[in-house]
C-alpha cells in the first residue's frame, strides 16, 4: 500500500493508519473515509500527493 503525503509535510501511512481518529493500521489511503482530513493541518484528501 502506497504512502500519501500532505502538503503540510504529514506523510499518511497505511502500516500506521491514524488510530487517534479512528483509522486502523492497514487502512489504505484509497479506503479512508471521504470526510477524514490531515490530523496536523485539516487538510482534506484530495490535497494528498502519492509518495512512491
Known sequence: MS??????????DP???D???GIQP???FED????WTCPLCDA????????D
Not at 504512502?3 to 499518511?12: A, L, N, Q, R
Not at 479512508?32 to 470526510?35: E, G, K, M
Not at 482534506?44 to 509518495?51: D, G, H, S, T, Y
Open 3 to 12: 504512502k500519501y503525503e500532505c502538503p503540510c509535510g504529514y506523510v499518511y
Open 15 to 17: 502500516a500506521e493508519g
Open 19 to 21: 488510530v487517534d481518529h
Open 26 to 28: 492497514g487502512t489504505a
Open 32 to 35: 479512508l473515509p471521504d470526510d
Open 44 to 51: 482534506e484528501k484530495q490535497f494528498f500527493e502519492k509518495l
